[in-house]
């Protein structure tokens, strides 16, 4: 059975940092492509960036501007989420998703098929 197990969730402060990993059991991430997904009270979920089977493409959303870094270990079975100079209005459910697919990395929702439970974060002083 697909399972994705997302952590590294935390408070941390206006401008501080955080890497969030998702990892898989059950299956092997070589031919998955992988996306990051946040929630923020009353509003939709959105992508946040996603990284393609072989790590070798990666997409981010407008709002990440450079702060944000998805990287894949195929070894590890983790895909990461580094987070920094974050902001209060980064303050959400991280979500990831996984869908068996070499060669596309895609931050659209009905792409995937496996999802995480999620990891909070919270951006406050």
């Known amino acids: 059975q697909l399972q994705l197990v997302e952590s590294g969730g935390g408070l941390v402060q206006p401008g501080g940092s955080l890497r969030l990993s998702c990892t898989a059991s059950?299956?092997?991430?070589?031919?998955?492509?992988i996306g990051w997904f946040r929630q923020a009270p009353g509003k939709e979920r959105e992508g946040v960036s996603c990284?393609?089977?072989?790590?070798?493409?990666?997409n981010s959303a407008g709002f990440v501007k450079g702060r944000f870094r998805i990287s894949k270990d195929n070894a590890k079975n983790t895909v990461y989420l580094q987070l920094s100079s974050l902001k209060p209005e980064d303050t959400a459910v991280y979500y990831c998703?996984?869908?068996?697919?070499?060669?596309?990395?895609?931050?659209?929702?009905?792409?995937?098929?496996?999802w995480g439970q999620g990891t909070q974060v919270t951006v406050s002083s």
């Open positions: 990284i393609s089977a072989d790590g070798g493409t990666t």
């Open positions: 998703a996984a869908k068996r697919q070499k060669f596309i990395a895609t931050m659209n929702l009905a792409f995937y098929d496996s």
């Open positions: 059950g299956f092997t991430f070589d031919n998955y492509a």
